[in-house]
């Protein structure tokens, strides 16, 4: 049976192949999150760092576009930006350590890392899908133009304005991806998201407690 299962099903029967099997994890990890006690957001955040992992790399023949800035988003708006920081972090090391890692990585953590700050701080205006939708978009925006700066440890800042004009057109495709995402993802996660958080929002931590 030698060579049995190597089958050449082309590149776009393998990204089928790896929708497919993103549907399957995602599905899976809907069916675990279901059977959660509430309060558990420490878990719940395991899961989509999982779904996120999986998801940038069974998606990588689609440039740029991938759940996980949307993933961020949604969690720093209904977490804040502490859990949204931990989140872009271990989901940038782990997905690398599979589909290479390096400096970049350092580059993708902090534009997520950003991008789920973002979601935080505009939290109170985030109040229907267009809005989440625009701030998604623009957040694929805001995420290349951090990964750009990359090119200063190779290339210099000379080059830094010519390297995002040429990066447009994918961070065009981010921002069409993460539109996608948004209307697909944002309404059950943030379900899922207030029935396991134990503080809502980053701003009430804090706040001190008068007699």
């Known amino acids: 049976m030698l060579g049995a299962h190597a089958i050449d099903v082309g590149p776009v029967g393998m990204l089928a192949i790896n929708i ?3 549907s399957l994890v995602g599905w899976a990890l809907l069916r675990a999150e279901r059977g959660l006690p509430d309060g558990r957001e420490w878990t719940l ?15 990588e023949p689609l440039p740029n ?19 949204a920081i931990a989140l872009a972090t271990v989901i940038a090391l782990g997905s690398n350590l599979i589909m290479g890692h390096g400096i970049w990585t350092l580059y993708q953590a902090l534009g997520w890392s950003l991008v789920g700050c973002l979601g935080a701080y505009a939290a109170p205006h985030l109040t229907s899908m267009p809005r989440i939708a625009g701030i998604a978009a623009l957040s694929g925006v805001l995420f290349g133009w951090v990964i750009s700066l990359s090119i200063l440890h190779t290339l210099g800042p000379a080059m830094l304005p010519a390297y995002i004009l040429a990066g447009i057109p994918y961070d065009m495709l ?36 008068t007699a």
């Open 65 to 83: 576009i991938q759940p996980v800035t949307v993933l961020v988003l949604v969690v720093g708006m209904q977490m804040g930006a502490k859990r």
């Open 45 to 59: 955040l395991a899961l989509l760092a999982i779904f996120g992992i999986f998801g940038r790399v069974l998606l």
């Open 174 to 209: 981010h921002a069409l991806g993460n539109l996608f995402f948004a209307a697909w993802l944002a309404s059950p996660l943030a379900e899922m998201m207030e029935r396991h958080q134990t503080v809502h929002l980053e701003a009430t931590e804090n706040v001190p407690v």
């Open 20 to 22: 497919a099997l993103l």
